[in-house]
């Protein structure tokens, strides 16, 4: 059994479209910069991630494959993850890589699961390309793909610095001031050490800051 997606194509097919955190299409080519952290507590001392909070739209009628290609173009340090869409990838270093492919239901929206780690204060750039992909299933109801067109393309630039360790919320959001920076034994410091740090801020509030 044979599963083919139409879609009016040209050179970039529109069966699938990537969709920005506030629920907006991005055209083929966007470029865009998230900063955003999120702290996770992993019981060893927890690290901060920076998610893309990009989401893919199968915009057809019809059950489609997918498929994701990702250029990493630029890696300071720590490694990137993507999940999308479907088994989870890592990429620790600039190069290229693929994502496994999966189906997506007609009118389906995925998170694109795909954030940056990193190890220290830096940048990490990749290029996240769709792949539309014919999909034939055997007598066992397993499915093989297969190439058919590209999809649109958005260009990430992971941001992590100082400005990026609010746990929950957007950095230019927040309306308080760091009040001081502490080791995890309260002793104060003067700026980011290596290990973990205690921001405060001057609302009251704290955020935990893993340096490596």
Same mark, same amino acid.
């Given at each position: 059994?044979? *599963?083919?997606?139409?879609?009016?194509?040209a050179q970039?097919?529109?069966? !699938?479209?990537?969709?920005?955190?506030? =629920?907006?299409? *991005?055209?083929? =080519?966007?470029?865009? /910069?998230?900063?955003? #952290?999120?702290?996770?507590?992993?019981?060893? =001392?927890?690290? !901060?991630?920076?998610? /893309?909070? *990009?989401?893919? @739209?199968?915009?057809?009628?019809? +059950?489609?494959?997918? =498929?994701l %290609?990702?250029?990493?173009?630029?890696?300071?340090?720590?490694?990137?993850? !993507?999940?999308?869409?479907?088994?989870?990838?890592?990429?620790? /270093?600039?190069?290229?890589? $693929?994502g496994?492919p #999966?189906?997506? $239901?007609?009118?389906e929206? @995925?998170g694109?699961?795909? %954030?940056?780690?990193?190890?220290?204060?830096?940048?990490?750039?990749? *290029?996240? &390309?769709? @792949?539309?992909?014919?999909?034939?299933?055997?007598?066992?109801?397993?499915?093989?793909y297969?190439?058919?067109?590209?999809?649109? #393309?958005? &260009?990430?630039?992971?941001?992590?610095?100082? /400005?990026? +360790?609010?746990?929950?919320?957007?950095?230019?959001? @927040?309306?308080?001031e760091?009040s001081?920076?502490?080791?995890?034994?309260?002793?104060?410091?003067? &700026?980011? &050490?290596?290990?973990?740090?205690i921001?405060?801020?001057?609302?009251?509030?704290?955020?935990?800051? !893993?340096?490596?």
């Amino acid at each position: 059994v044979s *599963l083919m997606c139409t879609a009016a194509g040209a050179q970039t097919d529109g069966t !699938f479209v990537f969709i920005d955190s506030n =629920g907006n299409v *991005l055209e083929d =080519g966007s470029e865009i /910069s998230v900063n955003t #952290s999120e702290f996770v507590d992993d019981g060893m =001392g927890g690290y !901060f991630m920076i998610p /893309s909070g *990009l989401s893919v @739209k199968n915009t057809s009628s019809e +059950t489609c494959g997918v =498929g994701l %290609e990702v250029n990493v173009d630029k890696m300071d340090n720590g490694q990137l993850q !993507f999940c999308f869409p479907s088994n989870c990838n890592i990429a620790a /270093s600039a190069g290229n890589y $693929d994502g496994s492919p #999966s189906s997506m $239901d007609a009118g389906e929206v @995925k998170g694109l699961e795909t %954030e940056w780690i990193p190890a220290a204060y830096g940048e990490c750039t990749a *290029l996240f &390309r769709l @792949k539309v992909m014919d999909v034939e299933y055997n007598s066992w109801n397993m499915p093989t793909y297969s190439f058919k067109a590209y999809g649109p #393309s958005v &260009r990430v630039t992971f941001v992590y610095d100082e /400005s990026s +360790t609010g746990i929950n919320g957007t950095p230019g959001d @927040k309306k308080t001031e760091v009040s001081g920076y502490y080791t995890i034994e309260g002793v104060k410091t003067d &700026r980011l &050490r290596k290990g973990l740090n205690i921001v405060k801020y001057t609302d009251g509030s704290s955020d935990k800051v !893993f340096i490596k």
